[in-house]
């Protein structure tokens, strides 16, 4: 048998597919590269909202306007779930902290303390 990634005749094992961990960890790479990619690229994204509103948000609720958090780099398109009250509010979250628009460009923050 021979090893996937580089070629080279595998001693060893029978069920052995690579002749060592750098040409599994290569040929790993290589097979979850594009994936990859969009991956770390949103969670980049929500990692980015995330600090962002952990950094505003220190008394648990906060009121903002818009603006500011697009200044900051905010991006709205990313969030990990999407809350509906039975009163009707919208709270976008990331992780554990939510906002939910308001009237006149400004953004409710709050933490969900689950």
Do not use: H, P, W
């Not at 290589?30 to 990859?36: C, G, I, L, V, Y």
């Not at 905010?74 to 906002?99: C, H, P, Q």
Request: net charge positive.
């Amino acid at each position: 048998m021979n090893c996937l990634e580089c070629g080279e005749k595998i001693i060893g094992r029978s069920d052995k597919k690579f002749c060592n961990d750098a040409c599994r960890n290569a040929y790993n790479n290589k097979q979850n590269k594009d994936s990859s990619n969009l991956m770390r690229n949103v969670n980049n994204k929500l990692r980015k909202n995330y600090r962002i509103l952990v950094e505003i948000n220190t008394d648990g609720k906060t009121k903002i306007a818009k603006s500011k958090l697009n200044g900051l780099g905010f991006d709205f398109d990313y969030f990990t779930n999407l809350k509906v009250y039975k009163n009707g509010s919208e709270y976008k979250f990331i992780y554990d902290y939510g906002y939910k628009l308001l009237e006149e460009d400004f953004v409710l923050i709050v933490k969900n303390q689950a």
